[in-house]
């Protein structure tokens, strides 16, 4: 299958980028950095494109809540989504506000049915406004989101269902959160509907806190732990189409060589997948 | 109404009108006639950036700066430039690169660095490149600058010359203003009609100076060693007076002098990197000329 591989674009690493395209197929740039962006910046943006695909990821619409999204910031997603033509475009299965107040940080929904029907309404919305597809991305979360009345891997795949849109699967995320609320990782990602495996995020993180308050934090700072590589070869293994692999780091950059080093051992994590669904005929739902 | 009727103050307003309209006109035409957007191959190449940025020294000095960064050439203290070592031209790729270590097997003056034949010619290689591109202006494109340049002249000169001679003819010798503005206004007729770059070329540097912004924020925090070719590219984007003199000290050493004390953009005196002006002091010279 024709997976790509690429990672998420910083200004810091504009250096890298450039002298390493031939090591990367795409990369993923934030989106709400650009929703007021000048011509100029916008121009720089398409100038990006011209050297390598490009695929948009959003932070700030929430639109997995029972409040209905923002319609300003979609019509700017719609506007730059327009400008820049991504391969396709990416939000979060969060919130972001509510009562009029702006959290600042995605948060986890309850995971319960006012907040599916509520995630399926945001999503066709979103998806009929910006007009281009649009996957969601699962989160991590430090705590298990109150006044749930399913798991997280239920309330993931209900929405899909009822959105039919495709999932951007991020695997450390997955991994935090069976750490922090101990589930099996490889389990949850053999559960999720192999068909909708669109693209996937690998990031690394850190443990905060101590002893029994101990929790795995997904800040992007660190290095993609062993676990998350394991959990991409079984998500290659699951997933039944060519799939975008995406490298998220946020600060603290090693040397360039050191990031595509992380990038060649999930391409081998993904071949090795790959492989093991044609050797084995595996069967993830 | 003859404009050569009016008075002085009135005909230099007029003339400042006249040659306001002609640069207009030539901006104009230029941007209904050149394309901004070109089919762009993949820009990894930071040597070829600075060669569309400032040209042939500058792409030559940015690649002298990465060599020197990845210690593959050393600049000594008293200005010579020497290959590190033999093998370092066995680890270089670019052919720029490899022309520089080449002609630095024996050590020479850091002034031959951008005059040396053999790297002139390599540095050349990304002219034919970008004009293919269509980043810079071909031989016919070029030649088209130069005849609006000198149309926008003539009219310019020929209008001040016949208010001179109409006033000259009228007792009048108060003619220094309107020979200083003719003179200012060719300037800019002749800068605004043959401009190094196409429009395309002009746009994609300033979307590379984007999109680096933030690497030239952090140009600070850069490592030496070149392990992520970001000075090479920061020069390259930016000019290597953008690369932080505590960290690559070298970048003074190699970078043309500064000429705008000099009140002229051609002393040969000053615009050399000779020692009488570049030195070791970073450009900070050249006091004398033009004084």
């Known amino acids: 299958m024709n997976d790509r591989f690429g990672i998420s674009w910083r200004p810091e690493l504009a250096a890298g980028v450039f002298s390493n395209q031939h090591r990367l197929d795409v990369v993923e740039v934030i989106a709400d950095d ?98 281009a597809k649009l996957l969601m991305e699962n989160i991590a979360t430090l705590i298990d989101p109150p006044g749930s009345d399913r798991s997280e891997l239920e309330w993931i795949c209900e929405i899909l269902a009822a959105s039919r849109c495709d999932l951007l699967l991020d695997l450390h995320n997955v991994h935090a959160n069976s750490q922090n609320f101990g589930f099996d990782a490889a389990d949850f990602i053999r559960r999720v509907p192999g068909k909708s495996i669109a693209a996937i995020h690998i990031a690394g993180g850190r443990w905060i806190g101590r002893a029994a308050q101990k929790r795995l934090l997904d800040d992007h700072l660190h290095d993609v732990p062993d676990a998350v590589f394991d959990l991409l070869e079984v998500a290659a293994e699951c997933a039944t189409r060519p799939l975008t692999v995406i490298l998220e780091r946020d600060g603290h950059y090693p040397p360039f060589d050191d990031l595509l080093g992380e990038l060649e051992r999930a391409r081998t994590a993904v071949a090795k997948g790959r492989r093991m669904r044609e050797v084995l005929n595996v069967t993830c739902v | 109404m003859n404009p050569f009727d009016l008075s002085g103050p009135e005909f230099l307003v007029f003339y400042s009108l006249f040659s306001a309209a002609v640069v207009l006109l030539i901006v104009i035409s230029r941007r209904l006639t050149e394309k901004t957007d070109v089919a762009l191959p993949r820009l990894s190449d930071p040597y070829q950036i600075a060669y569309l940025r400032a040209g042939n020294d500058e792409a030559i000095r940015v690649a002298a700066a990465s060599l020197l960064d990845r210690k593959l050439l050393e600049l000594t203290l008293t200005g010579r430039l020497a290959t590190a070592a033999a093998a370092a031209i066995d680890q270089v790729r670019r052919p720029i690169e490899h022309s520089i270590l080449s002609r630095y097997k024996i050590a020479d003056d850091v002034s031959t660095l951008t005059t040396a034949p053999g790297i002139e010619a390599a540095a050349l290689g990304y002219k034919k490149e970008l004009i293919e591109l269509g980043l810079l202006p071909d031989e016919p494109t070029e030649h088209g600058h130069h005849v609006v340049a000198a149309v926008a002249i003539m009219l310019l000169v020929g209008t001040a010359l016949i208010k001179i001679g109409v006033a000259l003819s009228r007792g009048r010798t108060n003619i220094f203003f309107l020979i200083v503005m003719a003179v200012v206004a060719n300037v800019l007729a002749y800068w605004a009609a043959t401009p190094r770059r196409t429009r395309a070329g002009d746009a994609l540097l300033s979307n590379l100076k984007e999109l680096f912004t933030g690497l030239k924020m952090r140009a600070h925090a850069i490592v030496p060693g070149g392990a992520n070719n970001e000075l090479a590219f920061l020069a390259g984007v930016f000019g290597l007076s953008a690369l932080p003199a505590g960290t690559f000290p070298f970048a003074n050493r190699i970078k043309p002098v500064q000429q705008s004390s000099c009140g002229s953009s051609s002393s040969s005196s000053c615009g050399s990197s000779s020692s009488s002006c570049g030195g070791g002091g970073g450009g900070g010279g050249c006091g004398g000329c033009g004084s």
């Open chain 1, 34 to 131: 650009y929703f007021d962006a000048s011509r100029k910046e916008i121009d720089a943006l398409r100038t990006l494109r011209t050297q390598l695909p490009i695929v948009l990821h959003g932070i700030k619409l929430g639109l997995a809540s029972a409040a209905e999204a923002d319609r300003t910031l979609l019509d700017k997603m719609a506007r730059l989504v327009d400008l820049v033509e991504p391969d396709f475009w990416s939000e979060h299965l969060a919130f972001v506000r509510g009562g009029g107040i702006e959290i600042g940080h995605l948060a986890a929904p309850p995971r319960c049915s006012s907040t599916v029907d509520g995630a399926r309404r945001n999503i066709r919305s979103a998806e009929s406004v910006v007009g």
